[in-house]
């Protein structure tokens, strides 16, 4: 018997580091666990079978869970994010860090190629979510810029790190660690977005300490399970003023006496975000209706 974690799955198999030798193990999984659905980062209990395979014989509690990307037990998701090619869109960098909140899953925002574009030209955007509390990472792969910042970002935890395609995930990835060698893209000249160059979600673990998950793009993602009431707490500068409210359940759309609508008119909370937060507001109630 042993303890490791699924660091990736191929063909049919699950390849899990076990905590003692670092030796990677193929295996495959009974078939009372199958109906669990693995997760890349699940730790697992393993037997040794026939023909040198192993079994996974119990799947451990998750700490935490993604459901896209699919990935268990991070410490924190690192969100990239270009400031051209593409351009960001910063209603779906929104999605991004909802689905970290909804996961108790600390995220990070990293803003990259600013070879392309200076990060002054998205100051405004960029200082809403510092003052909301986010951490922020400013980076370029081609020059250099912010990749000490990056690669210390990573030490010691088990991070995520995602974001649409062609924003240069991977090519962050190899400037900081280039034994990783992971395959990169260009952007579409037909559709102006990245092409999916990382097609598998893979635990990669790292010389420091702690491990890498790289995982596919997205251009479009679904909000996570959250009642409407719940929203809010994913939003950290609305969550402060929440209590201030008239009403204790105030949704911060229409009601009187909304202290987070007078801190929007005020200049306090960014605009473009309570635009989001209204938009996903809408979206949630919309299933709520159905």
Aim: charged share 25%; glycine share 8%; hydrophobic share 40%.
């Amino acid at each position: 018997m042993g303890v490791g974690q699924v660091v990736r799955f191929h063909g049919g198999f699950y390849y899990v580091m076990l905590q003692e030798s670092g030796e990677i193990q193929e295996c495959f999984c009974r078939g009372r666990l199958i109906k669990k659905r693995l997760l890349v980062g699940d730790y697992v209990v393993t037997r040794e079978a026939a023909a040198g395979k192993c079994t996974i014989e119990e799947v451990l509690p998750r700490r935490t869970e993604l459901i896209r990307p699919p990935v268990a037990n991070v410490d924190q998701s690192i969100i990239v994010f270009a400031l051209q090619d593409p351009k960001p869109n910063f209603q779906l960098l929104d999605r991004f860090l909802l689905i970290s909140a909804a996961a108790s899953i600390e995220p990070v925002i990293c803003f990259n190629k600013t070879d392309l574009v200076s990060a002054a030209a998205y100051s405004k955007q960029i200082d809403a979510y510092n003052g909301a509390g986010y951490r922020i990472l400013v980076t370029s792969a081609k020059t250099g810029e912010g990749l000490e910042g990056f690669r210390v970002a990573l030490i010691r935890r088990v991070t995520v790190v995602a974001g649409p395609s062609g924003v240069g995930k991977s090519t962050l990835l190899n400037a900081i660690l280039p034994g990783l060698k992971l395959k990169t893209g260009e952007i579409s000249k037909k559709t102006g977005k990245g092409r999916h160059i990382t097609r598998l979600v893979e635990l990669l673990p790292l010389q420091d300490g702690g491990a890498v998950v790289d995982t596919p793009g997205f251009t479009q993602l679904n909000l996570p399970v959250l009642t409407a009431a719940m929203l809010a707490n994913c939003f950290p500068e609305i969550s402060q003023l929440s209590g201030e409210c008239r009403f204790n359940d105030c949704l911060h759309k229409s009601e009187p006496d909304c202290a987070v609508r007078k801190a929007v008119d005020e200049g306090r909370i960014a605009a473009f975000r309570y635009r989001h937060y209204q938009n996903f507001l809408a979206e949630i109630l919309e299933k709520e209706r159905r």
